[in-house]
T-cell receptor, first 115, second 113 residues
């Protein structure tokens, strides 16, 4: 089991460029999440997908879009990157909706630098 | 609105000492409280978790103490080791469909040898 995988590991963009961060999980989990992590800010939820076919905004959704492609894959798109989006992005997944099964498993992260 | 407050922001402990990280929450609808450990360059990983009907949970050197009336919970790391140096996040979850984890802002622990 690879768990949660993310691509790319590192990316440099120029302001205004677009890109898609890919995430896949092989644990047959229903729910998937995208977070950003910035120094001193902890983990902030961008978007999540409680189940296949649904997506919802989190705490900081502006400037991002997501697609739950199938049960395994959940992508995050930056349409027009801004320097404020320089961050480390983590994808996570969880089994189901009940509290104990909401425990999340994280990928290794994507480090994004926007110049 | 920060629903889970974590302290301290950073902590330095000598090898063999006890590390204590505290969290406080506001919403009594939370019903599951996990702790995550994150090493530099890695994603967070579940360390230990507790439900509010339990006052303490221990796994090896790691213990969660839970005070429901005070709406506080804490992580204790006994006999702290240099390999425990990492960032620790407390979190809380509602028992409600479609909601996600709410994290504290993290504590960076350094264990000196």
């Amino acid at each position: 089991n690879a768990g949660v995988t993310q691509t790319p590991k590192f990316q440099v963009l120029k302001t205004g460029q677009s890109m898609t961060l890919q995430c896949a999980q092989d644990m047959n989990h229903n729910s998937m999440y995208w977070y950003r992590q910035d120094p001193g800010m902890g983990l902030r939820l961008i978007y999540y997908s409680a189940s296949e076919g649904t997506t919802d905004k989190g705490e900081v959704p502006n400037g991002y879009n997501v697609s739950r492609l199938n049960k395994r894959e959940f992508s995050l798109r930056l349409e027009s990157a801004a320097p404020s989006q320089t961050s480390v992005y983590f994808c996570a997944s969880s089994e189901a909706h009940t509290s104990r099964l909401k425990t999340q498993y994280f990928g290794p992260g994507t480090r994004l630098l926007v110049l | 609105q920060q629903q889970v407050k974590q302290s301290p922001q950073s902590l330095i402990v000598q090898k063999g000492g006890i590390s204590i990280i505290n969290c406080a929450y506001e919403n009594t609808a939370f019903d599951y409280f996990p702790w995550y450990q994150q090493f530099p360059g890695k994603g967070p990983a579940l360390l230990i978790a507790i439900r509010p009907d339990v006052s303490e949970k221990k796994e090896g050197r790691f213990t969660i103490s839970f005070n429901k009336s005070a709406k506080q919970f804490s992580l204790h790391i006994m006999d702290s080791q240099p390999g425990d140096s990492a960032t620790y996040f407390c979190a809380a979850i509602f028992n409600q469909a479609g909601t996600a984890l709410i994290f504290g802002k993290g504590t960076t622990l350094s264990v000196s040898s």
